[in-house]
């Protein structure tokens, strides 16, 4: 059986013929010595024939189909008139480096392919030494071709890629657990180096960012007085707390600190303040993003937990393939590799257990709450994904239903079914585009209104030219003395006349 190798370069395609196929494949290490040496490997392979692309735009639209695993029309009319037609006694192999490609090139031009056994080193050693292969090919053409290639290929990815609001929110929730830990560990540290100079002020003020907010304003307690009383009110926002910080103070067990110190700690605080702000305004990005991306997630289970959801899945689309099972234990995959291994139980939940309806059901019901949960998430995420006109009415209802369940599962009222809540989401769903198509049609309305109007301010404003039988633009004067006007012109003469017959009465 014959073999021919098919190998795609950012130049073009070019097929070659692999001489003695069957003992090569019984010698294998010897054709992975001979693949470095020119001399040797030119025994084994001959070009049969190279097809170049004849524009750089050609070659990144083969390449982009070859990747998605489509036989581009270049290709196979290449492919028709290199290779010899397949029959029973004439039978050959094409060698491919891609499986994907040798699937779609056998069931299209149903030819046998193979990318296992010999053909691999066969094509690492055509890849070597390509361009000496090529007639009129160099080193330097072959590198400025895949370099242009590369280019392209690469900007188009990036250009054209369906995930990229998916990579915002990745980023945001990675960037917002990051803040987190960041936040908690430096609100630690100022407690502690604030608490030497004032150590009444933890049990007065509890909370991180309120704590480094007063320790930033109060700096020396020694300072504090009644006249500070205001500024601490519109920093806790409570009369009785600022009282018992000035009081407090007063009677502080403290330390004294120099003010090199107070001015490090002061500036640390700063700086633990402005990450906090950092924080909210992050959270207030990833909800605009979520209601953009992913509405109906977002209002199943929030901004966090769906958005956590996408990152560890990778992409809102990977999540929506995603069976019901593998969202109720996603993240706990060390957990559940773990207790395949050990024949233990295996977990109930992975992130979901960040959802608030995992917290409110008792320990009884948590297992079975987050399986119905994890349920209505895959439904949510495939609504969002496939959607043309987004809306959070679907996560809505999903939620009511997840209340529901809770709801039977504490006093065992029966929930509703879920057809009869899906039609009722549906039709709010067509009378909502339909709302939006009727606005979107009034829109269009008004901007050609305004359009209109424009254009005949435009008009009226050069109404002073008119147009002659030819198009030529003339003056009013020269209009009113053309014979053939009617209308207007003709009473415009009738004025002059009695402008000057007035004239001679008055004189």
């Known amino acids: ?58 070659a990144l639209e083969n390449v ?16 028709d008139s290199v290779l010899p037609k397949a029959s029973k006694k004439n039978k050959f192999t094409l060698g491919v480096a891609d499986p994907k490609l040798g699937a779609a090139l056998a069931e299209a031009l149903k030819i046998q392919c193979s990318h296992i056994g010999a053909v691999p080193e066969i094509l690492r050693g055509i890849r070597h030494h390509f361009p000496k292969l090529v007639k009129g090919f160099t080193d330097k053409s072959a590198a400025v071709a895949q370099l242009g290639l590369g280019h392209s290929y690469s900007r188009c990815k990036v250009k054209f890629n369906v995930h990229r609001s998916d990579n915002m929110i990745i980023q945001s929730i990675a960037l917002l657990d990051q ?12 407690r502690e180096w604030y608490s030497y100079h004032f150590p009444e002020l933890v049990k007065i003020v509890p909370e991180n960012y309120l704590f480094a907010k007063v320790a930033h304003f109060v700096k020396d307690r020694k300072s504090l007085s009644q006249e500070s009383l205001e500024g601490l009110e519109e920093i806790v926002m409570d009369s009785e707390k600022a009282q018992a910080i000035i009081d407090a103070s007063k009677m502080s067990m403290g330390m ?61 689309t990977n999540l929506a393939k ?38 409110r059901a008792t320990a009884k019901n948590k297992g079975r709450i987050s ?57 709010a769903a067509a009378e909502l585009n339909a709302t ?21 301010a435009n008009g009226d404003a050069d109404a002073t030219l008119l147009e002659d039988a030819n198009g030529n633009g003339l003056p009013e004067e020269a209009a009113e003395v053309e014979p053939d006007t009617e209308g207007e012109p003709k009473k415009k003469k009738k004025k002059k006349k009695n402008k000057n017959k007035d004239v001679e009465a008055a004189s």
């Open 256 to 316: 004294d600190i120099s003010v090199i110190d107070l001015l490090n700690i002061e500036m640390f605080a700063k700086r633990v303040v402005k990450l906090s702000e950092y924080r909210h305004q992050l959270a207030a990005y990833l909800h605009s993003k979520m209601t953009n991306v992913a509405p109906n997630l977002q209002s199943l289970i929030g901004d966090q937990v769906g958005a956590r959801l996408i990152s560890k899945a990778g992409s809102l």
């Open 64 to 79: 982009n189909a070859i990747s998605e695993g489509i036989v581009p029309d270049d290709l196979s009319s290449f492919l």
């Open 322 to 359: 995603y069976p019901a099972s593998t969202v109720q234990i996603l993240g706990a995959e060390k957990a559940l590799f773990r207790a395949l291994k050990t024949k233990s139980n295996t977990p109930k939940y992975g992130l979901l257990f960040n959802s608030t309806f995992i917290g």
């Open 179 to 190: 803040l987190d830990k960041d936040i908690n560990t430096f609100s630690m540290r100022i």
């Open 371 to 427: 399986r119905f949960l994890a349920n209505k998430c895959s439904i949510a995420s495939r609504i969002d994904c496939f959607t043309e006109s987004p809306n959070n009415i679907f996560g809505e209802a999903l939620k009511q239903q997840v209340e529901d369940r809770l709801k039977f599962y504490e006093s065992g009222e029966t929930p509703r079914k879920n057809l009869e809540v899906m039609k009722e989401a549906m039709e």
């Open 436 to 456: 939006q198509s009727q606005e979107s049609g009034k829109k269009k309305k008004k901007n050609k209104k305004r359009k209109h109007e424009n254009a005949n």
């Open 1 to 58: 059986m014959a073999l021919y190798v098919l190998y795609e370069h950012a130049a073009g395609y070019a097929v070659f013929g692999v001489n003695e196929f069957e003992e090569i494949s019984m010698l294998l290490p010897q054709v992975e010595q001979s693949v470095t040496d020119l001399s040797r490997f030119n025994a084994l392979v001959k070009l049969l024939g190279f097809s170049p692309f004849k524009t750089a735009v050609a």
